[in-house]
């Protein structure tokens, strides 16, 4: 089963290496990894669908639904996981998990 949740993403500045620009939506594809549950990125991330709710604020910072694109995902989206954007080797956005849907 395809679990969503409700998060906070905040993109990384281009400055710090990530994007010139936040991707304008309405929903994005990434690959997400989750520090707590992997030890390298590498080996341990998923294809992940973010869905805008809010526009990114001045911090870059918005609200958003993300759930994983394969049906055997692990179970990693609980409240207050912190999860990694990435865009090839490019960490791009920061996120935590807030709730499920």
């Not at 990530?18 to 549950?37: D, K, M, N």
């Not at 998923?46 to 709710?53: L, Q, T």
């Not at 692990?74 to 954007?85: A, I, M, S, T, V």
Request: charged fraction near 25%; charge should be negative.
């Amino acid at each position: 089963m395809n679990t969503k949740a409700n998060a906070i993403l905040q993109w990384i500045k281009k400055e710090k290496g990530g994007r010139t620009l936040p991707p304008v939506g309405p929903c994005h594809f990434s690959i997400a990894w989750f520090p707590e549950f992997g030890k390298k990125w590498e080996e341990d991330m998923w294809s992940f669908r973010i869905e805008f709710i809010t526009y990114p604020d001045d911090t870059l910072t918005h609200n958003v639904k993300v759930s994983f694109l394969a049906d055997d995902a692990p179970d990693y989206l609980h409240p207050n996981c912190h999860f990694e954007l990435f865009e090839g080797r490019c960490l791009v956005a920061l996120g935590t998990v807030l709730s499920k849907c």
